[in-house]
């Protein structure tokens, strides 16, 4: 089974639009999820954080600047990308977007081909592993492309489901995942697994990494999940 796709929220009033931004993300690999207000994409963040956000500035209710302000000071969603999206133009509008949180500023009309290649280099930083980038941790090295691992150079046996626990972690070294978190991101939100096979599978990757020997590079926090040095 592969890397699970990069999930980005299209948060825009506008129907029309919002359908021409969904179709051309689907269409470049990416699921997606709509939200037509500001409350709407504060709830779906909250209920589960996505990959990237493309945020329209006007919008009714919370404004979009007010949202990536809100986000940005938040420790769980401040490192999901924004970029916003926004027909104000002047030189002064794109600094308050850009030093209100926002990675980056796109100014309506655009050009889709342009945008999807700005929405690839956000991911590039934030989820490399799903766009096919090479990951180093330590001595552990992982290709997404060619769906290979190494340890000191040996090649390492993964199963799919600890091949994208493995990239999950190499994505964030250092980060604290907890079960929930890692069910969304490695199963998905349609799949129904217990929180207790995670730890089956946190299981069979410390076996497969030090299976060659070498110190088990995976941390357990006591009542919050893993994390990766």
Partial sequence: MALAKPRVLV?????????????????????VDRALTG??????????????????????GVSGIEICRRLKLRSETRAVPVIMISARAEEVDRVRGLET???????KPYSL??????????LRRSRPATVGERLEWADIVLDSETHRVTREGAVLKLG?????????????????????????RVWGRD?????????????RLR????AKGGEDPLRTVRGVGYALG
């Fill in 39 to 60: 409350d709407e994409a504060l709830m779906l963040v909250e209920e589960s954080p996505p990959d990237l956000i493309l945020l329209d500035w006007m919008l009714p």
């Fill in 101 to 107: 949180g926002a990675d980056d500023y796109v100014v």
């Fill in 191 to 203: 799949i129904y697994v217990d929180t207790r096979t995670v730890d089956v599978h946190v299981g």
């Fill in 11 to 31: 948060v825009e009033d506008e129907p029309a639009q919002a359908e021409v931004l969904a179709y051309n993300l689907e269409a470049e690999g990416f699921d």
């Fill in 160 to 184: 799919p489901t600890e091949f994208r626990l493995l990239a999950t972690f190499m994505e964030r070294p250092g980060r604290v995942w907890g079960r929930d978190q890692l069910l969304d």
């Fill in 113 to 122: 081909v342009e945008l999807m290649a700005r929405v690839k280099g956000q």
């Fill in 207 to 210: 076996k497969a990494l030090c």
